[in-house]
Structure formats: structure tokens, C-alpha cells
């Protein structure tokens, strides 16, 4: 049972619990890349070191997608330097495996990103409070909770598990540890938790190290009401969507509203009773790499409703 600050009272599993269910094996999709691979970048900037990237599916990017994903530096298969991460220094990253992949065109870049794509409020002392109390010693259950309590609704965390299961029909899907099919939990707390515990055994993609120095390049990135103007006027306003939740615990609703304001978006939305994550039809997108990427070429931030 967890109360903190939670507005009702909520009981959830326990790590045991979760990792002894049948649907536990199957928390991770296995999803066939069409293409992957692992550049060295950041020469001549603390490197080289190699950045792991998939891109899943082929099409261009018209009414078909191509997707392209990274670990950033410190994360999943990318090398783990230690050395002082920025934002700028994984924007710059990401830009040389853009430039690897011949993704130069203008207008070609759709990017969506979501909680440290909005990391230009994270300056603020409150909410460095906030992130610092997630560094402190807990057990893992008590961090599973506590995690899921900041990013996520209680409501929606109690909710039966509502995920979209992918089936034998969804191309490049691997077959699930046990076979068909990919099975459900109990709760979206329950699946949050399986997600979570998963990552946190993988003991080489997921390290204390690179957690911390990611932490700590989310806590000095800073973007100015002048530099986010930037943005929107190279971007373009009418291509931005910026989404905010009132039940955000990390980045409160006021500097969220701070963030419109300055970047003057396309449209946005401050949506009642949603967390971190948007757990509707569509993300949100402003990225902190935005401003670096606009100094090369010009990007198109999409949303699909």
C-alpha cells in the first residue's frame, strides 16, 4: 500500500509478486529492427564512443513511418563514458547518427519525445529537489512505487492492465519467452513494474553510473525564454504540440505553462488528470535537442492525434 502524496490510497503488488506472474516473461516486446547498428561519435568532443540505433520500419515517412531510436550515452547498448553528460552533448550524439543515416533532408524529421524532452524547466531548485530524492537508498520496491507514483496517475495505475498487445500478426514481432501470446497483468501498475524491474536487471544496459550522469545532465540543462523563441521560429510554431499534465510530479503545471508561453507552440495542451506520461492517442513533442538540430537543418515536430 502506498499513501505518500497520492490523493486516494492505492494497494499494489509487490516486486515478488509481479516477477512471479505468467505475463512477467513477456513485459518486454521483442520487436525485430529493420536495420541497427552502433556508431563511434563524439570525436574530438570526450570520445569516441559508440551509440547504439535501430530503426524500425521502411517507409518514407509520408503515410508510412520509419522510426528511428537511440540509447543515448550511459543507457542501453551505447558505451558509458565517464565524463560530464549534457543535453547538448547527446543532441550533438544523436545528430551525428542522423547524418550516419543520411536523414539530412529538410522537413524530414518528425521527432516526438517525452519527459526529459522537456527538460528546459528542470533548473528550477523545487523540482531538482524532486529528481535528488529519487537518488536516495530504497529498496525496489520502494523505488518501483515511488516512480510510478510521480509519473503516473494513482487512478490510472489501479486500472485493469490496458495495454495493446501485439499477436502473430504484427510484422518483426518475436515470439514471447513461453509462446503466443504476449500476456496481460493485473493492473497498469502491475506492468509498469514488470517494465521496470526488467530494466533494472539488465546489469549492463541499465547502470548505476549511466543513470546518474543522465540525472545529472537532465539537472543542468537550461534553455532560455530567448532560445526557446529560437525554436519556434525555426521550427516552425504551427508544427509543435506541447502536452502537460496536472498530475506531473516532477515538472509542475506552472513551469509547464512557462514552457508555452516562452515557446509559444502550434497548439498545446494542459490536460486534467494525466502524469508524466500522455496515455492518450497521441505524445507529446518538444525536445531540448530541437534548438541544437535547428542550427543544421530544419525539423518538423508532428504529433498524430
Not at 119 to 124: L, R
Not at 184 to 213: I, W
Request: aromatic content about 8%; proline content about 6%; hydrophobic content about 40%.
Amino acid at each position: 500500500m502506498y499513501r505518500g502524496n497520492w490523493a486516494t490510497v492505492a494497494t499494489f503488488p509487490s516486486v515478488d509478486e509481479v516477477v512471479k506472474t505468467d505475463a512477467f516473461s513477456t513485459a518486454i516486446w521483442q520487436l525485430e529492427p529493420h536495420r541497427e547498428g552502433m556508431l563511434p561519435v563524439a570525436a574530438g568532443r570526450g570520445g569516441p564512443f559508440n551509440v547504439h540505433w535501430e530503426i524500425h520500419g521502411d517507409g518514407p515517412m509520408k503515410l508510412v513511418y520509419s522510426v528511428l531510436t537511440i540509447d543515448n550515452r550511459g543507457m542501453g547498448r551505447s558505451d558509458k563514458p565517464m565524463m560530464r553528460y549534457s543535453t547538448s552533448a547527446m543532441a550533438a550524439d544523436l545528430l551525428e547518427v542522423l547524418d550516419h543515416l543520411s536523414w539530412t533532408d529538410e522537413r524530414q524529421l518528425h521527432i516526438c519525445g517525452i519527459s526529459t524532452a522537456i527538460e528546459n524547466t528542470t533548473s528550477f531548485s523545487e523540482n531538482m529537489v524532486n529528481r535528488i530524492t529519487m537518488l536516495l537508498p530504497k529498496s525496489l520496491d520502494r523505488t518501483v512505487t515511488y516512480t510510478a507514483s510521480n509519473i503516473f496517475p494513482a487512478e490510472w495505475l489501479a486500472k485493469p492492465d490496458d495495454a495493446i498487445l501485439p499477436d502473430e500478426t504484427v510484422p518483426r514481432c518475436r515470439t514471447p519467452v513461453g509462446g503466443w501470446p504476449y500476456r496481460r497483468f493485473e493492473s497498469n501498475y502491475a506492468r509498469f513494474a514488470a517494465q521496470e524491474v526488467t530494466k533494472q536487471r539488465d546489469r549492463e544496459g541499465f547502470t548505476k553510473p549511466g543513470f546518474l550522469l543522465q540525472v545529472i545532465a537532465a539537472g543542468w540543462h537550461h534553455k532560455s525564454a530567448a532560445q526557446l523563441r529560437e525554436i519556434g521560429d525555426k521550427v516552425g510554431r504551427q508544427r509543435i504540440l506541447v502536452i502537460h499534465g496536472t498530475e506531473d510530479r516532477i515538472i509542475s503545471v506552472p513551469h509547464g505553462r512557462k514552457l508555452i508561453e516562452y515557446l509559444q507552440p502550434g497548439k498545446s495542451v494542459v490536460v486534467d488528470g494525466m502524469g508524466r506520461k500522455y496515455l492518450g492517442p497521441g505524445v507529446a513533442v518538444i525536445a531540448p535537442l530541437a534548438f541544437y538540430l535547428s542550427k543544421r537543418r530544419t525539423l518538423h515536430l508532428k504529433s498524430n492525434y
